[in-house]
Nanobody, 124 residues
């Protein structure tokens, strides 16, 4: 079965950096667009970044542009989220997700597979 396993979360001070990883198995990774989403306590899950299956384009939420970078390594079946200049409002559980959709920047509802999430806490 499909498994997405996130890692790399933790506690960091404001202004710091973290790199999240998501290892995928049970699917043809290079055929899937991969996304990162986050959910803060009491809030809805929101889009952070996505990278198309071909790796040729990425999409970022306005709130993270210029500070977060999504990338993928199809040889390792892994997608990454490099987070810099972290702010306390970035505190959330971060989820990795996969979709076979060929739509441009697929919406959340089109993601079929989800990881269990990794906690990121940014202290002020």
């Amino acid at each position: 079965q499909v498994q997405l396993v996130e890692s790399g979360g933790g506690l960091v001070q404001a202004g710091g950096s973290l790199r999240l990883s998501c290892a995928a198995s049970g699917l043809t990774f290079s055929s899937y667009t991969m996304g990162w989403f986050r959910q803060a306590p009491g809030k809805e899950r929101e889009f952070v970044a996505a990278i198309m299956w071909h790796g040729g384009s990425t999409h970022d939420a306005n709130s993270v542009k210029g500070r977060f970078t999504i990338s993928r390594d199809n040889a390792k079946n892994t997608v990454y989220l490099e987070m810099r200049s972290l702010k306390p409002e970035a505190t959330a559980v971060y989820y990795c997700a996969a979709t076979p959709s060929r739509n441009y920047n697929p919406p959340l509802r089109e993601y079929n597979y989800w990881g269990q999430g990794t906690q990121v806490t940014v202290s002020s």
